[in-house]
């Protein structure tokens, strides 16, 4: 399907298993090195194909483009869209994992399928595979993530209210952490949201926040 001839296939064997399975199937071995590896291939080379393609944009205004394509709504968009998940092996039914866990590692397996190309085919290849699956949505401009923060920020200045985040709880081991933060408003919490990092959380809440404050179209 994606024209990759390898001698390594144990190595996305690797890319698709999950932590939970590898436990139960006693293996030694998930995708999350891959995860990590993947992570960094990918924001290398959106970001090349985003300085060459905005030769005027600012440090500031580069990062925000490339945020909306490497941010876990992207990752789940392009995962499914490529019928990753259809290869996820994943013990959910004998684990703790909730629904919107296994939407995340979705995300996941997008990013040590990466890894897993990068590390059998090289950063060439890497790049065909980039630009032949996700520069199109760059080139469409395709909106995946929404600053809420900044909006409620807004919001917040407008109205002369304080807007604060606040850790709810964090669970998963340091490597894979999932954070649930909450929006507040004047002290009182309007909005809960979860995230793979602090940041993604509070984008989450504020969203919560908005949605029930009816502000936007969220």
């Known amino acids: 399907k994606f024209n990759i001839e390898t001698d390594n296939e144990h190595l996305y064997e690797v890319a698709f298993t999950h932590a939970s399975y590898a436990t139960i199937h006693d293996l030694d071995y998930n995708y999350e090195r891959l995860e990590f590896l993947g992570d960094s291939v990918l924001s290398l080379i959106v970001s090349e194909y985003l300085y060459k393609k905005y030769p005027h944009y600012e440090e500031g205004e580069l990062t925000k483009k490339r945020s909306n394509y490497v941010c876990q709504n992207a990752l789940i968009y392009y995962s499914q869209k490529l019928k990753l998940n259809d290869y996820l092996l994943v013990a959910a039914e004998e684990s703790n994992l909730t629904k919107n866990e ?36 760059i080139d469409q401009e395709r909106v995946f993530f929404e600053d809420y923060k900044s909006a409620m920020k807004e919001y917040g200045d407008a109205n002369e209210v304080s807007i604060e985040y606040q850790i709810l709880k964090e669970y ?3 490597h894979d952490k999932t954070f649930i933060m909450a929006c507040l408003i004047d002290g009182q919490e309007m909005g809960v949201g979860r995230g793979k990092n602090k940041k993604e959380a509070e984008q989450s809440a504020a969203k919560g926040a908005m949605r029930k404050l009816r502000l936007g179209r969220n």
């Open 102 to 137: 296994v939407i995340s590692i979705t995300a996941d397996i997008f990013e040590s399928f990466l890894g897993a190309i990068f590390i059998d085919q090289g950063i060439e290849f890497a790049k065909e595979f980039i630009s032949h699956w996700i520069f199109k949505y």
């Open 172 to 174: 998963g081991v340091p």
